[in-house]
Structures are given as C-alpha cells and as structure tokens.
C-alpha cells in the first residue's frame, strides 16, 4: 500500500544531532549544571499544584507566566515589554513555526544569512515557504552590502538573524542589526502588497553574551517588525522543559493566537517554567560560570593553534581541519561526543562542566 506522502519529504531525514552513548557529551549546546534542590522542590511543588487541575485545560492565555517572562526580561535587559507583548510556546521552534504560518506559506519567501541555525530552512519547507539563504562574509559576519542586495531582490516575508549566531557563535553588531531592520522596513515582501518584512532575531543563547552586548529587545519600541524569540532551555537549563517565547508588537502576537492549536501549552508546562522564573537568579547563577570556562577554552584552543570564532554564546566554533569528520571520528572514539556541523572546515563544542572540558582537550590534544 503506498501512503499520500509530500514529495518534498521523500528524500527528507529528520532534524536531531546523534545521540550516542559516550561518557561526555558536548554536541547539543545544554547546560552542563541541571537545577539545583532548592529550584527542583519549587518546580515539584508547582506541577504538583497543576495536577489538582489536570482534569481541565489550561489557561490558553498564560497570563501569569506572560508577566513572569516580563518582570525576568526587566531584570535580565532591562526591557519590561508588557503582557500582550509576550507569547510562548513548546520551545522557541514551536514559535517559529507558528511565525511562518501566520506570516509566510505559499508564494512567500523565508531568508537567513548561512551559516545559521538548519531548522530556518525546515521551519519553511514545512509551511510551503520559499527558503533564501543569503551568504555571509569570509569572517561568517553579515557582509550588509550583500544582505542589502538580497533582501531587495528577494523581497522575503521573514529574514532570520540567529544573536548570537548557531553554529558561529557571533553576536550580531548592534548598527548591523539597525541596518537590516532599516532595510525590511522598505520592503515590500513578495505576495504580501503593501506590508513590510518581518525580522525575526533568535536569541537563544541571549544570556551567554559578554558584558556590553546588548539585546535586540532594546529595539523593539523602535521597529515595530522585530520580533525576538528566546528560549528557557539553555541559561534556565530547562532543555526538558520545552518553552520558548517571543516578545513583539501585540498586532503580531495577535496573529500568532489565530494559528496556535488549541490549548497548546500544558498547565504543567506553565507551572514549572512559572516557578524556574521565580528561581532565574539561581538557576543562572551557573550562567558566569559558563562564560568564564568559554573564555578559557576559547584561549586555550587558541594557544594550541587552533582558529576559534568569537563566541557570545555557551559553545565554541573552532577548526579549520582539512578533514573535519576525521577529527570528529577521533575525539568521538576517545569518549567525546562533539558536533560535525556549521563552516565546512569548523567543528563546535558545547562548553561543558570543567571535567568536561578538560576530557575535550585532552581528546583534541594539540593543531598539528
């Protein structure tokens, strides 16, 4: 019996990096350091709370974690965007999705700027979008000129700009950023007479960022077509939690209620992430940490003779090798599970706990 599959899937693999059984793993860019005790209980206690009321839905509006997120993002940027600003769902993907139905599909393009996060493209096969990937300069930096050229030819619904970019690592320059939003409120995307595009700034691992970078939320009262998704499954260390959420303009977030499924983020669900917003400052008290053991690793690989990308995030881009998949083989048979992905001559590695750390180093030894 043959079943009705969309010829664009027939030769399609689904997305996930390998998941293999080693002693370290260092390939999805988790934090290393699960919850503390004190945050697990609160968790515990939340959801235990939630299961009272398992019988009914839950609130389709999320109104207490929306101003949870807001009070955090105050704290955290010093942005405080109101409730109707805020949406959330199962992880920032989710969201994504649910941006590309509302806003691209049929006729409509989706364009980023390669290398970036693979799931841009996916996010737009799904929804019969048409995918752009403009180029980067040789430093895998936006190159404006080139952007500019290919966001007026393309006339895209969405551009995507990963902050700080996966797999590189690179935050984006705030005036770079000014200058793409500059350029989308010029245009006018193809199959959507008289709107602008839509900029979508990922910042996934926003928390990661060194002193002094600051956030695209800093823009948003300024461009009414940004839109910046974030997520709780990095600096929150909450990857099983499965909640992202966008702040916008509350026109965008209206049309983001139209295409959400029914009920679609479970009363545990917002309990939990409730109760982690309630513990943002112990469970990100591990976020320094990180930064400083980024740092560290980044010199390090440096002094060893290795080119490393400047890294705003909690994983290092590094290489170049002549045979990448070789030297991944190699770390790989020494315990170490890093990721063959990004610049073709680049592998990268998740910052881990500093035993971690250490048995990647001493599985990479040194640049010969």
Known sequence: MQFPYRSEFEHEEPYGAPQLAVD??????????????????????????????????????????????????????????????????????EIMAQLLTAFAGPGRKVMTFVPSYSMYSEYARNTFSQFVAGARGDDFRLDLARAQADIERERPAIIFLASPNNPTGTALDFQELRAILHIAAQVEPQGAPGARSLVVVDEAYAEFRREGVPSALELLEEYPHLVVTRTMSKAFAAAGLRLGYAVADPRLIVQLNVVRLPYHLSSLTQAVACAALDHAADLQANVAQLRADRDALVDELRNRGFEVLQSDANFICFGRFSDRHREWERVLAQGVLIRETGPAEFLRVTVGTTPENRAFLDALGYRC
Request: glycine letters at 4%; aromatic letters at 8%.
């Open 24 to 93: 370290v793993r260092l390939n999805t860019n988790e934090n290393p350091y699960p919850p503390s005790a004190l945050v697990r209980e609160a968790m515990e206690r939340a959801a235990g709370e939630a299961l009272r009321d398992l019988n009914r839905y839950p609130d389709r509006d999320f109104a207490e974690l929306r101003k949870k997120i807001s009070a955090y993002l105050a704290q955290e940027s010093g942005v405080a965007p109101s409730p109707n600003q805020i949406w959330a769902a199962n992880g920032s993907n």
